[in-house]
């Protein structure tokens, strides 16, 4: 759907933090002869898709652990920060190596440009801590413009399609980092703030060829899960609310003062036919897009107010689904996981066991860009999961995905649900949404027609013929008797 945020497109908004990038040896596996590239939406792969053979197929060389994170960075205080800096680079070095990079790629229609580095804050190693999403510093902005501290704004002014922006690659010695600053019409550049979910902010930037850095320590799993709690008020009540949510391209309206309240605990069907409104509105739930009115509270924080400490408690499954496809998985999960505040050694864990449970173990070590589409998929949601957010936004999670994948993905989804976890999705399967969401609402031209529990919205019928009465009914396929006549 086209308001997706790509990275890589000019027209997207994309903020990249500045992190220091490890080296990366291109895996002999990722000399792949023809690119797989994620299928659009409108050229789906029937759900019940069997596994490809290339899971099974000969093992590829795996690249080994993902790269190590450099020992003087401390996550936990750059996650408070919500800013990923780059260590102290070792003694200045003229970097002479070409620089692939997501921003830099031509492809992408990005301006890329080599510029001078700026002071870079030290922090001094400190134990890891929880995120803290409370007491961001407030900082006003321009009109429609959220900026929560000097150094990042909310990307949501800038989601628009007229917005545009430029991706700015800055080189210092040993240490390359990539910004990205986006431009609203008529308004000064912003630049954005760094912590969103990898899928649609962090341009990373890999120097092959470099050594990699030693190994920090391991350490253990923590205990409790890294995810701050949301507030006391939203625990055990409505961890999602929309209040007269609108969003309208031009002349389209595409959600229409929409009300939904999701409450801790539940597994949300949003269904509709094609147009209806489901990517707009979980894309403002998500913080991709900006309401043009209403409120949107998530964990009791309100988005637009707070739109970070939202952020942090939600983990998403974009549409579209366009990612940083040259790492190996291993590698997008790494940075899923380190951009979200966690351990290199609690992300190593965590891989291993999504990969496990994912059945993605024989494609870690290979490109992302030679995924399948439903591998594709199952790699971004495992990025969605890695950080153990409160609230899971998901687009069409189950869209070419296997039948046993989905099952296992059902599985974990509903466990996690039971725990006290919120999946709020979008799905065209009728018979999958009455079977594991527990409350559905029924959108159709950008308006919720209904909503409730699947038996109230459903009544007696199947969820799937009161979904096609509330859509208007079968359209009139009179016309096409042409089809019959066949030309040869
Ligand atoms: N960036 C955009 N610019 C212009 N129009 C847009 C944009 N994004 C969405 N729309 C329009 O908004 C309406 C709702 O689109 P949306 O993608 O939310 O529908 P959907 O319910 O997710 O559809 P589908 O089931 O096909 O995925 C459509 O008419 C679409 O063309």
């Known amino acids: 759907m086209p308001n997706d945020i790509d990275p890589e497109e000019p027209d997207g908004h994309a903020s990249a933090p500045v992190v220091r ?37 000969a093992p590829v060389a795996d690249p080994g652990p993902p790269p190590p994170l450099p020992t003087d960075l401390d996550v936990a205080a750059i996650v408070a920060a919500d800013i990923v800096v780059p260590p102290k680079p070792p003694l200045p070095a003229p970097l002479t190596e070409a620089v692939p990079s997501a921003v830099e790629e031509s492809e992408t229609g990005a301006l890329a440009e080599p510029e001078s580095v700026s002071v870079e804050p030290e922090i001094e190693p400190e134990p890891e801590a929880e ?10 902005g321009e009109p429609g413009v959220e900026t929560e501290s000097q150094v990042e704004s909310e990307p949501q002014a800038g989601t628009e399609p007229e917005a545009h922006a430029t991706a700015v690659v800055e080189r210092e010695a040993d240490t390359v980092r990539a910004a990205t600053v986006v431009e609203d019409e008529g308004a000064a550049p912003v630049e954005h703030e760094a912590e969103v979910g990898p899928e649609h902010v962090v341009a990373p930037v890999i120097v092959p060829g470099r050594e990699p850095e030693p190994e920090p320590e391991p350490e253990p799993e923590p205990a409790a899960a890294p ?22 391209f031009g002349g389209t309206h595409a959600v229409e003062g929409i009300d939904l309240t999701v409450p801790a605990g539940t597994f949300y069907g949003l269904v509709g036919p094609n147009g209806a409104g489901k990517t707009t509105t979980l894309s403002m739930i998500a913080g991709l897009l900006n309401p043009d009115r209403g409120t949107i509270r998530v964990g009791g924080v309100d988005a637009a107010a707070k739109p970070l400490a939202a952020k942090k408690l939600m ?9 940083f496809d040259r790492l190996t998985g291993r590698q997008l999960l790494y ?10 050694a609690v992300v190593e864990s965590r891989t291993a066991d999504l990969a496990r449970a994912f059945d993605l173990e024989g494609a870690l070590g290979r490109s992302v860009s030679d995924y399948s589409a439903g591998m594709l998929k199952k790699v971004m949601l495992a990025g969605a999961l890695i950080h153990s957010p409160r609230l899971l936004v998901l687009d069409e999670p189950f869209e070419a995905v296997d039948p046993v994948s989905s099952a296992i993905i059902l599985d974990i989804l509903s466990t996690y649900v039971a725990h006290g976890g919120t999946v709020i999705l979008s799905s065209h399967g009728m018979e999958l949404v009455e079977r594991v969401c527990t409350r559905v609402a029924v959108l159709v031209a950008g308006q919720v027609l209904a909503e409730g529990t ?20 079968l359209s009139d396929v009179e016309g096409l008797e042409w089809l019959h006549t066949f030309s040869d």
Do not use: C, I, N
């Open 335 to 344: 940075y899923y996981g380190v951009l979200r505040g966690l351990s290199p």
């Open 315 to 323: 983990g998403v499954l974009p549409d579209r689904l366009r990612t």
């Open 227 to 248: 995810v701050v709690p949301p507030p006391a008020a939203a625990a055990s009540g409505d961890v999602l609310v929309l209040r007269g949510v609108t969003k309208r």
């Open 131 to 140: 995120p803290q999403v409370e007491g961001e510093p407030q900082v006003e």
């Open 454 to 473: 699947v038996d109230e919205v459903r009544g007696e019928l199947t969820l799937e013929q009161r979904f096609v009465e509330l859509a208007g009914g």
């Open 21 to 57: 990038l490890p080296a990366t040896v291109k895996p002999a596996s990722d000399a792949h002869e023809s690119p797989r590239k994620p299928r659009p939406k409108g050229g789906r792969k029937p759900a019940a898709k069997t596994k490809r053979p290339t899971q099974a197929a």
